[in-house]
């Protein structure tokens, strides 16, 4: 198990990230996604275990991730391996290869976020959305896979698409059918009235309990 730091989540989950799953980390801007990612890479680290870090948002912070890791920057730093890839082809390119990258010494792959890179390019060239959301699910199927044959945990972020539904609105992950069917565990990250608190819906889990809701504080040293 890979902790999150979130003792309501972490509890919830029977101990944080099952090694062999795929967790899918969704919401708004602002909602702590990120950080939550990088809690988990620090926890991994903490255990002496290495991240692959993908981040396709191109928004790692070197200096939040030294506010989270705190005391044990140095050694949660050299076990952290990122990735920036500047398209969705690269994205891909380094798909291809994951088996290869994650090694023995690894327990977490992180994808921050999975579907931005596709979304930028579907954007650019809307007639090829069927092909491009092929492989969105390809690269998941993947996911699933070097999960399961490389034995470790897998954590994707998503950013959010507004859904008009009659008379309400409600948001939903970009590529919401590729992402929650490849998903093992659901949370969903939404905003409050008080910008330091976040909602956390664990809309899916592992022992297939109702949704669950806890209140997480946003601060200096990451969300608790
Ligand atoms: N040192 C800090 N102390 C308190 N809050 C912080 C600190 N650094 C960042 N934050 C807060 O963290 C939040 C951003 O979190 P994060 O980047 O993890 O969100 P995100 O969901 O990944 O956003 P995006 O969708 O834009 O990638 C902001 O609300 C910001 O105010
Ligand atoms: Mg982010």
Request: glycine share 6%.
């Amino acid at each position: 198990m890979i902790p999150t730091g979130c003792k309501a989540i972490d509890e919830i989950l029977g101990g944080g990230m099952r090694v062999g799953g795929v967790t899918l980390i969704y919401g708004e801007a602002e909602t702590g996604k990120t950080t939550l990612a990088m809690q988990c890479a620090v926890n991994c680290a903490r255990q002496s275990f290495k991240t692959l870090f993908m981040d396709s948002d191109g928004s790692f912070s070197v200096r939040r991730l030294s506010q989270i890791a705190s005391g044990y920057f140095e050694k949660v730093a050299q076990l952290i391996i990122l990735m920036k890839p500047n398209n969705f082809s690269e994205q891909t390119l380094v798909m291809d290869r994951l088996a290869d990258y994650v090694t023995k010494n690894f327990r977490l792959i992180v994808i921050d976020t999975i579907a931005s890179l596709y979304s930028a390019k579907v954007a650019e060239a809307p007639r090829e959305t069927f092909e491009l959301n092929r492989e969105l699910n390809r690269q998941m199927a993947c996911l699933a896979q070097i999960a399961k044959t490389q034995k470790v945990a897998v954590l994707i972020t998503s950013q959010v698409r507004s859904v008009f539904d009659k008379s309400y609105v409600s948001v939903e992950p970009v590529a919401t059918r590729v992402l929650k069917f490849w998903a093992d565990v659901i949370i969903a990250m939404k905003c409050t009235e008080n910008p330091r608190v976040i909602k956390a819906v664990l809309e899916k889990n592992p022992k297939g309990a109702k949704p669950l809701t806890c209140y997480l504080e946003m601060g200096e040293s990451g969300i608790r």
